[in-house]
């Protein structure tokens, strides 16, 4: 099962504003990475907020992460149509057994126009 | 700067028969991973290896096998296709360090099994 869940699952916006996404996830985790994913293409890293930060920023991104609540934020800013993509969270385990290895979520697809 | 390389990108089979989908990074990774990747579903963990001659069951491991002889290579066996393993096939490795690494990712395998 997926430990992440994006929302909104598609989201349409014109060049130069911002785009929000989310993502809520359920069990303790190590840290939170977003990747980006252009069409037809692998899946490429961002950023990645560890479990006892609360904020962090790389060029025009903003990643919050609230583990009271279990989410995190992407925040893009001034988008750009090159910025069209999906985007996925994924959480890396606090345990033995999972900090091996990341859960992604089902993504968020960014369209951004001129 | 080849990073990950899968081949091969494009595959058709038939139900029944067999093949094995290589994986191989030039990064000295240690860790490398499986993913399938479907519509609306996100990627889901296959099979993992933590190092050279070592495999463990990811998520979504029935039907799959892999191996790990060399460190650089990570090689994913499909003894006898079912349509639903048709799916886009995704490999990534990443460096040993505590979790706290983000993975790299190849372009995918698209797979169809008719």
């Known amino acids: 099962s997926q430990q992440g869940e994006e929302d909104p699952q598609a989201l349409s916006i014109q060049e130069g504003e911002n785009a929000t996404m989310n993502c809520s996830y359920k069990t303790s985790i190590n840290n939170l990475q977003w990747y980006r994913q252009n069409s037809g293409r692998g899946l490429v890293h961002l950023i990645l907020?560890?479990?006892?930060?609360r904020e962090k920023h790389s060029g025009r991104l903003r990643v919050t992460l609230d583990t009271s609540k279990k989410s995190s934020s992407l925040l893009i800013t001034a988008s750009r149509a090159a910025d069209t993509a999906s985007y996925f969270c994924a959480t890396g385990g606090s345990n033995t057994g999972t900090a091996s290895k990341l859960t992604f979520g089902t993504g968020t697809r960014l369209q951004v126009t001129l | 700067n080849a990073g990950v390389t899968q081949t091969p990108k494009f595959r058709v089979l038939k139900t029944g028969q067999s093949m094995t989908l290589l994986c191989a990074q030039d990064?000295?990774?240690?860790?490398m991973y499986w993913y399938r990747q479907d519509p609306g579903m996100g990627l889901r963990l296959i099979h993992y290896s933590v190092g050279e001659g070592t495999t463990a069951k990811g998520e979504v491991p029935d039907g799959y096998n892999v191996s790990r002889l060399k460190k650089q290579n990570f090689l994913l066996g499909l003894e006898s296709a079912a349509p639903s393993q048709t799916s886009v096939y995704f490999c990534?490795?990443?460096?040993?360090?505590?979790?706290?690494?983000?993975?790299?990712f190849g372009d995918g395998t698209r797979l169809s099994i008719l």
């Open positions: 907020i560890r479990s006892n930060e």
């Open positions: 990064m000295n990774h240690e860790y």
């Open positions: 990534a490795s990443r460096a040993h360090g505590g979790g706290n690494q983000p993975q790299h």
